[in-house]
């Protein structure tokens, strides 16, 4: 894992700590609401070492009072700042996230498709996972037109791949053999 990770992460598990369950959401939205106004361009500013800590701060500051974030949120950023740790602000993002999912009992799933699927058949799928997983399950939907039909479910460490195309290399490489 890389450092910038490491240190993002105890810098959002501090935060979530001390966020009651009835918070992490409305912070998580937050820090998302943030993270879309900070183009490449900012991030390179904050990861800049020619730019004084002071202007890093006081662009914070200023994004923070335009936005209107929570004070617990307002405290880490600004301690981040401080510490010259704003360059890895969409670290943080990712790593709350993922402790915010993780109290509220929520699990991501990503799902390939090769065609749209209706709403029905995505629900199917999502009340599959909530069971499989005993969490609420926040799904996304790709399109891959290679995978010819069926689908691939990714949930956490687990890829379900009821593809066409996989079926049919898996018969290639059978018939190869």
């Not at 990770?5 to 609401?33: F, Q, W």
């Not at 183009?39 to 002071?54: G, H, T, W």
């Not at 914070?60 to 950023?77: F, H, N, P, R």
């Not at 009992?105 to 699927?117: D, P, Q």
Request: no cysteine; hydrophobic share 45%.
């Amino acid at each position: 894992m890389r450092l910038e990770v490491r240190i993002a992460r105890r810098y959002a598990k501090a935060l979530a700590d001390v966020l009651p369950d009835e918070k992490l959401g409305k912070v998580n939205e937050e820090i998302k609401t943030l993270i879309s106004l900070l183009d490449d361009k900012a991030i390179r500013y904050f990861k800049s070492p020619v730019v004084s800590l002071e202007k890093k701060k006081g662009l914070m500051e200023q994004i923070l009072e335009k936005v209107g974030v929570s004070e617990e949120l307002k405290k880490v950023l600004l301690l981040m700042a401080q510490k010259d740790r704003l360059g890895i602000v969409r670290e943080f993002a990712s790593e709350f996230e993922k402790f915010a999912d993780l109290r509220l009992g929520i699990i991501k799933a990503e799902i390939v498709s090769a065609v749209e699927m209706d709403e029905e058949t995505l629900s199917r799928i999502k009340e599959k996972i909530e069971n499989l997983f005993g969490k609420k399950a926040e799904i996304t939907v790709k399109l891959d037109p290679s995978l010819i039909g069926g689908f691939i479910v990714k949930v956490a460490d687990k890829v379900l791949d009821a593809s066409i195309k996989t079926q049919l290399e898996m018969l290639k490489k059978t018939i190869a053999d």
